[in-house]
Nanobody, 123 residues
Framework: QVQLVESGGGLVQAGESLELSCAAS????????MGWYRQAPGMQRELVAT???????IYAEFVKGRFTVSRDVDKNTVSLLMNNLMPEDTAVYYC?????????????????WGQGTQVTVAS
């Protein structure tokens, strides 16, 4: 089975940095997109940052200039360097791998998720 495992979460003070890492295994396929989402208590899961297989990054507006997503397609890993963390960044961060299949008569999208890693930013 496809598995994505996150690491690097923890408790930090506002203004500090943290780096999350994710490793995928169990599939010979390359994800179309690979990146990070987060979900805070009482909130919907939202995009943080993602990368295409070509390496183009896409960032949520609220993290631009602070976070950097890096993907190694060959190793099937993705990391998220989070600088200048704020209390509102507190959430469970999920690694995401997405497969977009356009070869079918009907385009299909498949999402694979890690178990999540908690990031808590204290003020």
């Amino acid at each position: 089975q496809v598995q994505l495992v996150e690491s690097g979460g923890g408790l930090v003070q506002a203004g500090e940095s943290l780096e999350l890492s994710c490793a995928a295994s169990g599939t010979p396929l390359t994800f179309s997109d690979m990146g990070w989402y987060r979900q805070a208590p009482g909130m919907q899961r939202e995009l943080v940052a993602t990368t295409t297989s070509a390496g183009s990054p896409i960032y949520a507006e609220f993290v631009k200039g602070r976070f950097t997503v890096s993907r190694d397609v060959d190793k099937n890993t993705v990391s998220l360097l989070m600088n200048n963390l704020m209390p509102e960044d507190t959430a469970v961060y999920y690694c995401n791998g997405r497969i977009i299949d356009l070869s079918s008569y009907r385009p299909q999208r498949f999402d694979f998720w890690g178990q999540g890693t908690q990031v808590t930013v204290a003020s």
